[in-house]
């Protein structure tokens, strides 16, 4: 093996740090997406149609781009913000640009699931839009929304490890440049391995806290 | 207390309009429980989305409370709307929620303060009978529960007005009639006054005083459900009454007696009150020269009066016959003669 244990765990640290980075600032962005895109659609809490069909096309266009292209697409922006393109924080904002939009979808999808009544209920009783959405529209998808994030950090988790391939760092990093073009076949499964159990875990996890909010 | 000025509703589908509403005037007074039925898409489910205006019209006036609801901005009707609680078809609760949670949540948005909140919620399960389900979640609880739990949270911020989205459809016979109870008991006690839309007949015969009829978002009809119920004037109220109060003379007997001779003279006889417990037709048969056979008969309770309906037919001279119609006819009861086919 061409690495030792500490490279590994370096690794290790650098992917979750990753992941976790761009899973808070992309639900920082898709959160408010997803929202804006069941309430101003057609029939909805505040229907506006131009703001509908603007982020509609936003997130139509950024999910519609391969990540390993979007990566160097935005390295001017990367720089722009962190001040470099390469490295674990340069990482994290293609893994934004390209989970927020993929967040927000998933948010939609949750948010549309809530039934109509009761937020016609919300309605009758005065409540405001802003209410219905914390108070109501939320709390009903709570379930399906922690479903819908765990979707979100198993792909993150997938595109972490692609963004090793630009020098993101990570476990991905280690799998390419050992695994891959070095034929060490141990660090290959070593990382590998610790991908799939990080994904279980992280489905685990997602499924119990739903099953838990939901309560059956 | 609620009151509808030429109200319309018209709703774009397809690039055609179709009229929901088409002129609705209606005024439904304080401390009633009043009832609108009609079938599915005559308009009953707009008309009262009207009321808190979780549809806007077209055009026409909605007066809530003396309240003109068009003349209001989206704040002032938000506060219009804590006066009027709702119950639905479906419920409508927070499955996310407990039961205390979902009562609560009116008094929440209105930020009330939390003690207060607990005092009041505890009241309304107490009062709806379901004091032991505060920490329970709807989707523990049966329809009638879940109905009971709407019916608290409707009351929450102690609302002068009322609606019932057909309230009771999704329920079962005996659930329906303990919930058509709690709501009588809500009109009573707290002198709420009630709009009902429903396309059950029993519901309106069991709890509404005055009843209003809708057929393609127009009102076609409109009384005391006494009125209404016995003497109905168009053919869907006809249709409706029918539904709960059976008059037609049954096919099997008709047949027996065109078989034999023919029905002669066929009159059906409405009691009224006390005329309901006199024995008329023995004193009939006993005074004039005529025999009587009984084709149909039933009582029924409209609004605590007893209302009895009877189809007879009467056989002897036609002069006997006369008499013993004059004999019969006073204010509680009416007679009318109706056809071999009798309506």
């Given amino acids: 093996m061409l690495v030792n244990q500490e490279k590994i765990i370096e690794a290790l640290i650098e992917t979750v740090q990753m992941v976790a980075f761009s899973l808070l600032f992309s639900a920082l962005i898709g959160l408010p997406l997803g929202i804006l895109l069941v309430v101003t659609r057609k029939g909805h809490l505040l229907e506006n149609t131009v703001v509908f069909n603007i982020i509609n096309s936003i997130i139509n266009i950024f999910r519609s781009v391969p990540f390993i292209i979007l990566m160097v697409a935005i390295i001017p922006i990367t720089r722009m913000i962190v001040g470099t393109s390469i490295g674990t924080a340069a990482a994290v904002v293609p893994l934004v640009f390209y989970a927020g939009p993929y967040i927000a979808r998933l948010i939609e999808n949750s948010l549309l699931e809530v039934d109509p009544g009761v937020i016609e209920a919300a309605e009758a009783m005065g409540a405001t839009p802003g209410q219905i959405i914390i108070k109501f529209l939320i709390p009903e998808a709570l379930s399906s929304l922690v479903l819908g994030f765990t979707i979100a950090t198993i792909g993150l988790v997938g595109a972490s490890a692609m963004a090793g391939a630009v020098g993101g760092g990570g476990l991905g990093d280690l799998a390419i440049t050992y695994g891959y073009q070095r034929f060490d076949t141990t660090v290959m499964l070593i990382t590998v391995a610790i991908l799939v159990v990080m994904v279980q875990g992280l489905q685990s996890f997602g499924n119990i806290l739903s099953k838990k909010i939901r309560r059956r | ?343």
Avoid at chain 2, 51 to 67: A, D, F, M, Q, R
Avoid at chain 2, 81 to 87: A, L, P, Q, T
């Fill in chain 2, 1 to 343: 207390m609620i009151e509808f000025q030429n109200l319309k509703k018209v709703y774009e589908s397809g690039g055609q309009q179709v009229a929901a509403l088409d002129g609705i005037d209606l005024r439904i007074n304080k401390g009633e429980i009043f009832g609108v039925i009609g079938f599915s898409g005559a308009g009953k489910s707009s008309l009262i989305r009207c009321v808190n205006w979780l549809e806007k019209p077209t055009s026409g006036k909605v007066i809530v409370s003396g309240h003109d609801l068009t003349a209001l901005s989206v704040k002032e009707i938000r506060e219009v709307k804590r006066n009027i609680g709702m119950v639905f078809q479906h419920f409508n609760l927070l499955n996310s929620k407990t039961v205390f949670a979902n009562v609560a949540m009116p008094l929440t948005l209105a930020k009330i303060p939390k003690e207060e909140i607990k005092k009041r919620v505890h009241e309304l399960l107490d009062f709806v009978g379901l004091a032991d389900k505060a920490h329970s979640y709807p989707d523990q609880l049966s329809g009638g529960q879940k109905q009971r739990i709407g019916i608290a949270r409707a009351l929450a911020t102690q609302p002068s007005i009322l609606l019932c989205d057909e309230a009771t459809s999704a329920l079962d016979p005996q659930t329906t009639s303990s919930i058509l109870q709690l709501l009588k008991k809500i009109n009573k006690e707290y002198n709420i006054t009630i709009l009902i839309i429903t396309h059950e007949m029993s519901v309106i015969r069991e709890i509404c005083d005055r009843v209003a009829v809708i057929e393609a978002g127009k009102i076609i009809e409109e009384g005391t459900v006494f009125n209404v119920f016995s003497s109905p004037k168009t053919q869907t109220a006809k249709n409706f009454v029918s539904t709960v109060m059976n008059d037609q003379i049954p096919d099997s007997i008709k047949q027996v007696i065109e078989k034999q001779q023919g029905l002669q003279k066929v009159f059906r006889i409405n009691f009224v009150g006390n005329s309901a417990g006199q024995p008329l037709l023995s004193q009939v048969a006993k005074k004039f020269n005529i025999d009587f056979n009984v084709l149909f008969g039933n009582i029924t309770e409209l609004q605590g009066t007893p209302f009895g309906n009877l189809i007879v037919e009467f056989q002897g001279p036609d002069s006997e016959i006369k008499r013993a119609i004059q004999y019969i006819s006073h204010e509680q009861v009416s007679i009318k003669e109706v056809t071999s086919r009798a309506s």
